[in-house]
Antibody, heavy 120, light 112 residues
Framework: QVQLVESGGGVVQPGGSRRLSCVASGFTFTRHAMHWVRQAPGKGLEWVAVILHDGSKNYYADSAKGRFTISRDNSNRIYLQMNSLRVDDTAVYYC??????????????WGQGTTVTVFS | NFMLAQPHSVSESPGKTVTISCTRSSGSITTNYVQWYQQRPGSSPTTVIYEDNQRLPGVPDRFSGSIDSSSNSASLTISGLTTEDEADYYCQSYDSSSPHVIFGGGTKLTVL
């Protein structure tokens, strides 16, 4: 079955950096675009970034542009490099699978999330 | 980017049917697929409806999705409500012009 397992969360100071990872299993990784979605404490879901199935293109929410970088490699992993972190980046970060190669915004599976706390 | 507006909360009794709306602020609701996600307290989201009205394997047929172009909205209908259906429900679509994934603000469903 499809499994997405995130890691890399923790406490970081404002202005610091953190790299999140998500390892995928149970499906052909190279046939799916992949997303990061976050949820601040007590708030709703917020899309962060998406990367195409082959890593050739990626797109970002305005809140992430210029600070976050999404990437993927051949070990069935995607990453989210987060720089210049702010207090309002505090959230649970979810890895999520797009249903196919193209980006249509159709998410069909989610990970369990990893928590990033930006705190001084 | 367009916005997706959902009611903040809805409540209904066990065994009844509830419908949660999701209204697109600009552009046609039919332009891009709408998905619905369920998030129970303390859990990660799960997909209950994708591509407007499709259910993933394992999602009960009590859950159904629809699109209404006249009101430019999507709806999630849950019949035969049980306490297990108590959760936050989010609609979501895609702005292909940006491109950005857009979430609604979420609706808290209480079954009492």
């Amino acid at each position: 079955q499809v499994q997405l397992v995130e890691s890399g969360g923790g406490v970081v100071q404002p202005g610091g950096s953190r790299r999140l990872s998500c390892v995928a299993s149970g499906f052909t990784f190279t046939r799916h675009a992949m997303h990061w979605v976050r949820q601040a404490p007590g708030k709703g879901l917020e899309w962060v970034a998406v990367i195409l199935h082959d890593g050739s293109k990626n797109y970002y929410a305005d809140s992430a542009k210029g600070r976050f970088t999404i990437s993927r490699d051949n070990s069935n992993r995607i990453y989210l490099q987060m720089n210049s972190l702010r207090v309002d980046d505090t959230a649970v970060y979810y890895c999520a699978r797009e249903s196919g190669i193209s980006i249509l915004g159709v998410v069909d599976h989610w990970g369990q999330g990893t928590t990033v706390t930006v705190f001084s | 980017n367009f916005m997706l507006a959902q009611p903040h909360s809805v409540s209904e009794s066990p065994g009844k049917t509830v419908t949660i709306s999701c209204t697109r602020s600009s552009g046609s609701i039919t332009t891009n697929y709408v998905q619905w996600y369920q998030q129970r307290p303390g859990s990660s989201p799960t997909t209950v409806i994708y591509e407007d009205n499709q259910r993933l394997p394992g999602v009960p047929d009590r859950f159904s999705g629809s699109i209404d172009s006249s009101s430019n909205s999507a709806s999630l209908t849950i019949s035969g409500l049980t306490t297990e259906d108590e959760a936050d429900y989010y609609c979501q679509s895609y702005d292909s012009s940006s491109p950005h994934v857009i979430f609604g603000g979420g609706t808290k469903l209480t079954v009492l």
